[in-house]
Every structure is written in structure tokens, then in C-alpha cells.
């Protein structure tokens, strides 16, 4: 159970924090929720939402708590309305709580795990918080008691860049419910990765997020993007090609160097395909996607 203060959170911070995460649910305990944090606003926090599959609930506006001090977080109606809503699916990734001041924080921290216990498992509980590191956010546990854990980007699997290669050229192929991104590299291989419509959306913006931290002023001549053809191959009733790797998720990031962006694939067995791409061929990755997002 991760519990996170609007009120002091970035944008970046906000979509790291999930992105991470990965929740099942996210609880808002916010009398007054809202979501326009710097480029954020209730339509893209909500896409993001639904690409992540976490399901989100007002619980203020449930229980009608309308002043931050009312006393439903001790009377235990909150920690009922949770594990009422827990029990109608299965709760298979951890969930993050809402609010908005730390005096709220520490206090649910304390008060929602205990609350629970008597529904569910004992609850790990912690704080999370973002830092900056090397160009990078990493996601900050800390518990009700003080103690923290760091847990750096590097933890989250990806292989050595000795094993990525840089895309020379890419074609975007839409289908019904998903698309299509076939990366030439310029050693000459090809590989293809099939993703759902909605993570389109929730591409952009960490495209948009690590673009923004490159520093070089000038990118490699190698990558081009291909314009797709008018009419994709799924529209034209043609079938997806054998080679293509269904993924299960995607991490994006700027590369150390400062000068490119380092895009990992992972399939459902865990097997990734890692592509590192140049600012400028991000940029123009971003521009496909984004026309999607608006279809």
C-alpha cells in the first residue's frame, strides 16, 4: 500500500510513481480531488490510469467527507469502503492511496494498514516519493516509521546497453486494438513489437518527460523515421507479420550519455528487446504516436 501527497508531488514525479508501481487500484481520499499538476490534467492522469489497467475511486466523494479533519479515517469507514471495493476483484499488484497535506499522510499511514488487517493480510505500507538521480527519478518507500528504501531504475531489469541497438530507421502498422513498431537497427536487424492503442498515450508523455532531459544539442544523422503507408496492413485485411513480439510493458528513458533515449520492450516471459533511439528519431516517434492518440 503506497500512499502519495498531492500536494508537494511533481507532474514527472506523479507518472513515475505509477508507472513503477504499476497499481491495481488507486484510492483518492482528497475532499477535493484534482489532477492539473504542471503538464498533467484529469484526461491525460486518467488515460494513464486506464493504460496502467489500475482502477481509480473517489472515496471523499463516496463517503461525502468534505473537511480534511473528518473523522472517517478513525471511525474505520474508510478502511471499510477499501475493503469492500477489494473484495469485488482480485487485488493482484499493490494499491495507492491519495491525499493531500502530510499530517493526513502520516496519519493514514499509521491508521489505514491497522484498520485492514482484519480483512486482508497484514499490509506493508509506505510513503512514496520521487528524487532525482542522475537525470533520472527514482521512487523513495518510506515508512510510518522513518525508514527508507530506494529502489534506483536500474533494479527494474534492464540489460546492459551492450545488448540494445540503435534504431536507423522505424515504420508504425495500426491495427483494430493495437499497433505496431518495427525498429530497423543499424546492424541490420529488424525486430517488430506489438503494443495495445491505449499505451500510445502513456508513450507520449514519457517520450515527451525524457526527451525534455536530453541535454545534447546535436543528434546523430543515422536515425530517419519512414512514414507508414496510407492504409496499414491490418486495414488492407493483411495479417501481422510472424516475427512480431507481443509486449507486456515498456520503459523509457534518456541514456547517460545525455544524448539518446534508451526504450526497453518486455514480453510476458520477461525476455526484453531494448532500442535506443536518437532525440530526433524520438521526437518523430512521439509525432506518430500522438496520431493515434487522436484517432
Known amino acids: 500500500?503506497?500512499?502519495?501527497?498531492?500536494?508537494?508531488?511533481?507532474?514527472?514525479?506523479?507518472?513515475?510513481?505509477?508507472?513503477?508501481?504499476?497499481?491495481?487500484?488507486v484510492f483518492d481520499l482528497r475532499p477535493v480531488p484534482y489532477f492539473d499538476i504542471g503538464r498533467l490534467n484529469r484526461k491525460r492522469v486518467f488515460d494513464l490510469?486506464?493504460?496502467l489497467h489500475a482502477s481509480y475511486r473517489d472515496v471523499a466523494g463516496?463517503?461525502?467527507?468534505?473537511?480534511?479533519?473528518?473523522?472517517?479515517?478513525?471511525?474505520?469507514?474508510?478502511?471499510?469502503?477499501?475493503a469492500e471495493t477489494l473484495l469485488t476483484r482480485p487485488c493482484q499488484a499493490p494499491i495507492v492511496v491519495l491525499v493531500d497535506d502530510d499530517e493526513i499522510m502520516d496519519h493514514a499511514l499509521r491508521v489505514l494498514p491497522n484498520h485492514l488487517k482484519s480483512s486482508f493480510a497484514a499490509?506493508?505500507?509506505?510513503?512514496?516519493?520521487?528524487?532525482?538521480?542522475?537525470?533520472?527519478?527514482?521512487?523513495?518507500?518510506?515508512?510510518?516509521?522513518?525508514?527508507?528504501l530506494m529502489v534506483q531504475a536500474k533494479s527494474f531489469g534492464d540489460r546492459d546497453l551492450a545488448s540494445a541497438g540503435l534504431v536507423a530507421a522505424f515504420r508504425i502498422w495500426l491495427g483494430d486494438d493495437m499497433f505496431a513498431v518495427n525498429c530497423e537497427f543499424d546492424d541490420g536487424r529488424v525486430t517488430e513489437v506489438a503494443l495495445p492503442l491505449s499505451a500510445a498515450a502513456l508513450m507520449d508523455r514519457?517520450?515527451?518527460?525524457?526527451?525534455?532531459?536530453?541535454?545534447?544539442?546535436?543528434?546523430?544523422?543515422?536515425?530517419?523515421?519512414?512514414?507508414p503507408p496510407?492504409?496499414?496492413?491490418?486495414?488492407?485485411?493483411?495479417p501481422m507479420p510472424a516475427v512480431t513480439l507481443e509486449v507486456e510493458s515498456v520503459r523509457i528513458r534518456e541514456a547517460h550519455d545525455g544524448r539518446t533515449i534508451v526504450i526497453t520492450f518486455t514480453q510476458s516471459d520477461n525476455e526484453q528487446t531494448q532500442a535506443i533511439f536518437t532525440v530526433?528519431?524520438?521526437?518523430?516517434?512521439?509525432?506518430?504516436?500522438q496520431m493515434l492518440v487522436r484517432r
Open 1 to 25: 500500500m503506497g500512499f502519495v501527497d498531492m500536494s508537494s508531488v511533481s507532474d514527472e514525479g506523479f507518472e513515475t510513481i505509477l508507472s513503477r508501481v504499476q497499481p491495481s487500484w
Open 123 to 148: 499490509w506493508r505500507a509506505f510513503e512514496l516519493r520521487t528524487i532525482a538521480c542522475d537525470g533520472a527519478p527514482d521512487l523513495i518507500l518510506r515508512t510510518a516509521t522513518g525508514e527508507t
Open 206 to 227: 514519457h517520450l515527451d518527460a525524457a526527451i525534455s532531459r536530453c541535454t545534447a544539442a546535436h543528434h546523430s544523422s543515422l536515425s530517419k523515421a519512414i512514414d
Open 49 to 51: 490510469f486506464s493504460s
Open 280 to 289: 530526433e528519431c524520438a521526437q518523430r516517434l512521439r509525432e506518430r504516436l
Open 62 to 82: 463516496w463517503l461525502q467527507i468534505t473537511e480534511r479533519n473528518d473523522a472517517s479515517l478513525n471511525s474505520g469507514a474508510v478502511a471499510r469502503y477499501l
Open 230 to 238: 496510407a492504409t496499414s496492413r491490418a486495414h488492407r485485411g493483411e
